[in-house]
């Protein structure tokens, strides 16, 4: 299930990000909803602050007032969010919730897929566990990092077919 999740922006009065990211974490854990809400986060990023001759790195907050959730939506999990102390709402019209594209969620950076995360090599063969391609398998003939890409030579029709898909759609045959 937690294939299905992804990330809602979830409006806080100011000030309140971190206690309301610890109370939807302590909901999850106290209903044990880790498969409906598998992540929640303040996006901060580093900056300088100096105040006369002393340089200190400080994490600010990218989007003050707002919270990150990686959730799969259902009524619980949107009654659990909704209701948690702090939380004024989710962003989108009305009360429908709506997720950030993945575009959105690589602009904001809450996502870095480190290559540590890819655990094959050019030359490996790979099974395709998802997509219209799923039950293939090939070699892996290249790797866009920025993209979050692969190719795979996959046998089809009796001969080798490059196939272009996801890092997450494909698993390791050892």
Known sequence: MAEEAKWYVVHTYSGYENKVKANIEKSVENRGIQDLITDVRVPVEEVVEKKGDVEKIVQRKIFPGYV?????MTDVSWY???????VTGFV???????????????????EQIRMADIDFAVGD?????SGPMEGFSGKVTSIDNETRK????????????????DYT???RVD
């Open 68 to 72: 990150v959730v990686k959730m799969v």
């Open 80 to 86: 659990i969010v909704r209701n948690t102390r702090g």
């Open 92 to 110: 989108g019209p009305g009360s429908k919730p709506v997720p950030l594209s993945d575009d959105e969620v690589a602009r904001i950076g809450i």
């Open 125 to 129: 063969f790979v099974e395709i566990k």
């Open 150 to 165: 692969i190719n795979v030579a996959v046998s089809m029709f009796g001969r080798e077919t490059p196939v272009e898909i």
């Open 169 to 171: 759609q494909v698993s």
